[in-house]
T-cell receptor, first 113, second 110 residues
Framework: KQEVTQIPAALSVPEGENLVLNCSFTDSAIYNLQWFRQDPGKGLTSLLLIQSSQREQTSGRLNASLDKSSGRSTLYIAASQPGDSATYLCAVRGSSNTGKLIFGQGTTLQVKP | EAGVTQSPTHLIKTRGQQATLRCSPISGHTSVYWYQQALGLGLQFLLWYDEGEERNRGNFPPRFSGRQFPNYSSELNVNALELEDSALYLC?????????FGQGTRLTVV
């Protein structure tokens, strides 16, 4: 059974810092991994998707990496801003076509001005 | 292009009643997924519809059901509401690998 863990659960940093959010999964047989952002009480915004054959994806100040063999992904945020404050969720889709995403519990990020 | 839209935004029901939540996918997307985000439990997979058929369901009782219409929009029905059904219900759609989520319906059962 796939389990997804995100560490740390919460993180507070001063504006301008570079930071790394971690995601680990127990079953390496994944189809893809997706990083989302969620603002309080709102839906999910897709940030980056990495296919199982890829090692990383970049979008602006965000870079996500995937090491399938070790069951790990990281989300790197460069030059953090107060507007980056949100909960970040990673989710994996298994290689069998069940349609479902397995989510981690999320990392709540606060960027202080 | 419009994203995934859900209605209503908020819904308050009494224990034992039925709730109906609606989702319109992104134009051209044929798959719709429903997730429950209850406080402290994270996002849990509920249902997957594709081309009008239920393809998979999560570990939820049968009083959680739904359907997908010919235009690919979807309904989630929750019967015999219980207090623990209070949660944010999120709908997502996809055409292929990437899932796009709506803003959710906040269901409160009193």
């Amino acid at each position: 059974k796939q389990e997804v863990t995100q560490i740390p659960a919460a993180l507070s940093v001063p504006e301008g810092e570079n930071l790394v959010l971690n995601c680990s999964f127990t079953d390496s047989a994944i189809y893809n991994l997706q990083w989302f952002r969620q603002d309080p009480g709102k839906g999910l915004t897709s940030l980056l998707l990495i296919q199982s054959s890829q090692r990383e994806q970049t979008s602006g100040r965000l870079n996500a990496s995937l090491d399938k063999s070790s069951g790990r992904s990281t989300l790197y945020i460069a030059a953090s801003q107060p507007g980056d404050s949100a909960t970040y969720l990673c989710a994996v889709r298994g290689s069998s076509n069940t349609g479902k995403l397995i989510f981690g519990q999320g990392t709540t990020l606060q960027v202080k001005p | 292009e419009a994203g995934v839209t859900q209605s209503p935004t908020h819904l308050i029901k009494t224990r034992g009643q039925q709730a109906t939540l609606r989702c319109s996918p992104i134009s051209g997307h044929t798959s719709v997924y429903w997730y429950q985000q209850a406080l402290g439990l994270g996002l849990q997979f509920l249902l997957w519809y594709d081309e009008g058929e239920e393809r998979n369901r999560g570990n939820f009782p049968p009083r959680f059901s739904g359907r997908q219409f010919p235009n690919y929009s979807s309904e989630l029905n929750v019967n015999a509401l219980e207090l623990e059904d209070s949660a944010l219900y999120l709908c997502a759609s996809s055409l292929g690998v990437k899932a796009f989520f709506g803003q959710g319906t906040r269901l409160t059962v009193v």
